[in-house]
Nanobody
Framework: QVQLVESGGGSVQAGGSLRLSCAAS????????IGWFRQAPGKEREGVAA????????NYADSVKGRFTISQGDAKNTVYLQMSSLKPEDTAMYYC????????????????????WGQGTQVTVSS
C-alpha cells in the first residue's frame, strides 16, 4: 500500500508562486505515473500535470502549461509541482495520485487511472 502526503499549499496573491510536494511512503514498481489534480468547490476534479518517474516524461493540461512545472526529487519518492504566475482560478484543493507504470496518452487526466491518492493541500490565490 502506497501512502501519499501532499504539502506546500497556502495563500498567495495573483502572480505569486507556490511549490507543492507529494511524498510517497514507498513504491513497489520502478516506474510510476504520478499526477497532480485539483478540485475547486462545485467543480469536477481535473488533472493538471503528471510525470512518468521512470522516463521523466511530463504532461500538462493546457490551462497550466507554461506556468506549472512537475518534477521529481533525486530519490524519486517525492514529486513536486512548481506553480508560478498563479491566478485566482487556480484556487482549489490539490491532490497527488500514483499508479504503477507510465502516464499513457491522455489517460493520466482520468481519476480512474490512479490507484493511490493523497489527502490534498489547499491553494488559495487572491486577486
Amino acid at each position: 500500500q502506497v501512502q501519499l502526503v501532499e504539502s506546500g499549499g497556502g495563500s498567495v496573491q495573483a502572480g505569486g508562486s507556490l511549490r507543492l510536494s507529494c511524498a510517497a511512503s514507498s513504491y513497489t514498481y520502478m516506474s510510476n505515473c504520478i499526477g497532480w489534480f485539483r478540485q475547486a468547490p462545485g467543480k469536477e476534479r481535473e488533472g493538471v500535470a503528471a510525470i512518468s518517474t521512470g522516463s521523466g516524461t511530463t504532461n500538462y493540461a493546457d490551462s497550466v502549461k507554461g506556468r506549472f512545472t512537475i518534477s521529481q526529487g533525486d530519490a524519486k519518492n517525492t514529486v513536486y509541482l512548481q506553480m508560478s504566475s498563479l491566478k485566482p482560478e487556480d484556487t482549489a484543493m490539490y491532490y497527488c495520485a500514483a499508479t504503477p507504470g507510465v502516464c499513457y496518452g491522455t489517460s493520466w487526466r482520468s481519476r480512474g487511472w490512479y490507484n493511490y491518492w493523497g489527502q490534498g493541500t489547499q491553494v488559495t490565490v487572491s486577486s
